[in-house]
């Protein structure tokens, strides 16, 4: 029985430290005031898992097709965060559907997974929905990560986590979501033993702890004595937040809704990680899994509140469930200077950490060394390269950043366009799979012209006749963007019309840097450098 007294005090104090709004605003991140709005990253950090190691905080998010894949993240207060690196350096090891010649898993590839510290080194454990689970580990998150493991060679599975208990035994837990002929059931939550290398599943150990209808997101925890599974299910007011608890890892299970949701409003924060604080004090960092906006599903962190043995995600109501908070106190206070990279001038010997292609990329195709601070891109020949409504979507060695949701967003690039090709198409995109946009040089018949592409549509411009030009796209909160040149570095000239940044398979809108040549393989530019001040 809920003791309401008790309830009231905790619900006061947690009102003392939020601000409690109806829904997401175009503020975010680190107020510099000890407080701070979600989302804490306003960008495509989807299907995220966090753990705390010492004094540090390290997340994983999933990729999808985009390489290398699995990208870890660093903080020292759960609020401000960097990329330190990604777990999978060639998706090949995955499936060839994901290398530059096939580009056939939009809306597949790296899904969600898990990151946990035992055994004096890091785990990343992965399903994808065609390929099964796979499996890495490193002494040092930013890596060397060891080369991809495939733990299990299956389909229609997904959301898996592994746990390792007092006595060193290790766990798997994973959710079928085909139908099981078994069961005749969808959403069949399973739990494996592992090996003690953890590289393998011992099958015959296979035990189905929960169903129910979309039931995902899974992660173990032991606090106290007892085992908490947490997931989500899909109900009538969308997508939740579940948790089990049982004294036995097998269960029987008790169960308790941790969160209510506004699919409009809170977009339905699901897929994330509990964390204790060295203080005791207790977060959760999510993503928000539902879809339909531009800039994907944003990252964002939510007060923790035990309630009769219950961690409660978000601020309590009466009925002992949690809502969603838009801004709170900083866990820790800090001053801290990290934030998401963007910038290269590509003197480093390899590309930053920020950086991921669209799909696996041909290696002899781009280089660093070529010509020393350049990122030099050489075109060839797209897979689909007629169809010029979704030619981006199948060409080669397009290098990405995720798009920022925050008021005021300009990426300026400076390319070296000396060495085009007839045929060869370079610049700057922003692209998802429902639409597209490209904007940079054309070359036909020796001639270099100024060139807007709207889903296939170009628009021509004034002919370049210089070595370099320079190439800028703006957007605000609403993720209009609009396009510029210049010929100088200083002067730009906006053209074309403009953009709605778009959501598809999963993925926010990406800005990238395109080269591709529709009759051969032929030509290349040399980046100088990108600037991306959000």
């Known amino acids: 029985m809920v003791n309401i007294k008790r309830l009231s005090i905790i619900i006061c ?8 709004f109806s829904q997401m605003t175009d503020k975010w991140g680190d107020q510099n005031d000890n407080f701070y709005y979600n989302p804490v990253i306003p960008a495509d950090y989807s299907d995220l898992d966090a753990i705390r190691v010492g004094d540090d905080f390290y997340a994983i998010s999933s990729t999808m097709q985009f390489s290398p894949g699995m990208v870890v993240l660093h903080s020292k207060d759960l609020v401000n965060w960097e990329i330190i690196g990604h777990v999978a350096n060639d998706l090949t090891r995955i499936s060839p559907e994901l290398n530059w010649d096939r580009m056939n898993c939009y809306g597949k590839g790296i899904w969600a997974g898990s990151i946990k510290y035992y055994k004096g080194k890091f785990w990343v454990y992965f399903g994808t929905p065609d390929d099964g689970f796979f499996m890495s580990s490193a002494t040092n998150p930013a890596g060397p990560w060891e080369p991809l493991h495939n733990l299990w060679n299956v389909a229609g599975w997904n959301d898996c986590c592994t746990f390792c208990d007092d006595d060193g035994q290790l766990y798997f837990i994973a959710t079928n979501f085909a ?10 939550i399973h739990l494996f033993k592992l090996t003690p290398d953890g590289k393998s599943i011992i099958k015959e150990s296979d035990s189905i702890i929960h169903q129910s209808h979309g039931s995902e997101a899974n992660k173990l925890y032991k606090i106290n004595g007892l085992y908490y599974h947490y997931f989500s299910r899909v109900t009538n007011e969308g997508r939740v937040i579940m948790m089990e608890r049982s004294k036995n890892i097998y269960g029987p299970y008790e169960i308790k809704q941790l969160n209510h949701v506004d699919k409009k409003k809170d977009r339905e924060p699901n897929q994330g990680g509990l964390i204790q604080l060295k203080t005791g004090e207790w977060w959760f960092f999510t993503h928000h899994g539902s879809g339909g906006h531009w800039e994907g599903r944003v990252a964002s962190l939510l007060p923790v509140t035990w309630v009769d043995g219950w961690p409660i995600i978000g601020e309590v109501g009466t009925d002992t469930i949690g809502n969603m908070v838009w801004s709170a106190k900083k866990p820790i206070k800090s001053i801290s200077a990290l934030k998401i990279q963007t910038d290269d001038d590509f003197n480093a010997s390899q590309l930053a950490v920020q950086w991921e292609w669209n799909y696996q990329p041909r290696k002899d195709k781009w280089s660093l060394t070529e010509r020393k601070g350049f990122l030099r891109l050489h075109a060839f020949t797209p897979i689909n390269p007629d169809d010029s409504k979704k030619v981006i979507l199948r060409a080669g060695n397009t290098i990405t950043q995720r798009s920022m949701r925050t008021t005021s967003n300009e990426v300026t690039v400076k390319i070296d366009i000396e060495n085009m090709a007839d045929g060869q198409y370079a610049g700057i995109t922003h692209f998802s799979t429902i639409s597209n946009s490209l904007f940079g040089v054309k070359q036909l018949n020796g001639v270099k012209s100024l060139t807007y592409s709207n889903n296939g549509k ?35 000239i906006p053209f074309g019309d403009t953009y709605q940044l778009t959501w598809g398979s999963y993925r926010g809108d990406r800005i990238g840097i395109f080269s591709f040549n529709i009759r051969e393989d032929k030509g290349f530019v040399d980046v100088d450098w990108f600037k991306y001040q959000y």
């Open 13 to 20: 104090l947690q009102l003392l430290s939020l601000h409690v």
């Open 179 to 188: 139908l099981d002929p078994k069961t005749n059931k969808k959403y069949n």
């Open 458 to 492: 170009d628009t021509t411009g004034i002919t370049i006749t210089g070595k370099s030009i320079w190439l800028k796209s703006t957007w605000g909160y609403e993720g209009i963007s609009s396009y510029a040149c210049s010929l100088d570095g200083k002067t730009y």
